[in-house]
T-cell receptor, first 115, second 118 residues
């Protein structure tokens, strides 16, 4: 059974600081997704990571994937209050083109950015 | 709005009643997924459907829960004889492809149905 673990689960940051959220998963997969969820809202797709060494950046967020280590990171640069939300990584259990999109989610990281 | 549409947004039921949650996928999408989110937890996969077919229901509880995606109309997640433990947010997601063609297209999620059991 695929397990996806995020850490930390709670992250309190000051504006302007940098930090990294980690996502470890237990079985082979080359498809990993990061989502953002605001309280009471749906999930917004942030990044799609499909291959070993993939790195994607959008604004103050950068995500990377190391399939050999089964690890993805979400790096936050110079945090601002608007980044406060819950961040989820999700792994597609399949590999090699047989995917049908069954996602296993991490527990989520609740990020709070303070002035 | 061509996004994933779920209704109702909020649903309150008493123990023992039935709950019906509806999901219309994005236009052009024929794959529907249902997930459940308990308070302060991540989403858990429940079921994957294509039109008129249940492809994977490995995350569905064995009793009281059923899902369908008919040829016409929305996908329905049905919970019979609800209990307090069914209180959760239920999210529907859709995608247009599977296999390698789906890889760079994330699933699109609806706004969810918050189910409360009295």
């Amino acid at each position: 059974e695929l397990k996806v673990e995020q850490n930390p689960l709670f992250l309190s940051m000051q504006e302007g600081k940098n930090y990294t959220i980690y996502c470890n998963y237990s079985t082979t997969s080359d498809r990993l997704y990061w989502y953002r969820q605001d309280p009471g809202k749906s999930l917004e797709s942030l990044f799609v990571l499909l291959s070993n060494g993939a790195v994607k950046q959008e604004g103050r967020l950068m995500a990377s994937l190391d399939t050999k280590a089964r690890l993805s990171t979400l790096h936050i640069t110079a945090a601002v209050h608007d980044l406060s939300a819950t961040y989820f990584c999700a792994v597609d259990e399949s590999a090699g083109g047989t995917s049908y999109g069954k996602l296993t989610f991490g527990q989520g990281t609740i990020l709070t950015v303070h002035p | 709005n061509a996004g994933v549409m779920q209704n109702p947004r909020h649903l309150v039921r008493r123990r023992g009643q039935e709950a019906r949650l509806r999901c219309s996928p994005m236009k052009g999408h024929s794959h529907v997924y249902w997930y459940r989110q308990l308070p302060e937890e991540g989403l858990k996969f429940m079921v994957y459907l294509q039109k008129e077919n249940i492809i994977d229901e490995s995350g569905m509880p064995k009793e009281r829960f059923s899902a369908e995606f008919p040829k016409e109309g929305p996908s329905i997640l049905r919970i019979q004889q609800v209990v307090r433990g069914d209180s959760a947010a239920y999210f529907c997601a859709s995608s247009g492809f599977t296999g390698t063609a789906s890889a760079n297209q994330p699933q699109h999620f609806g706004d969810g149905t918050r189910l409360s059991i009295l």
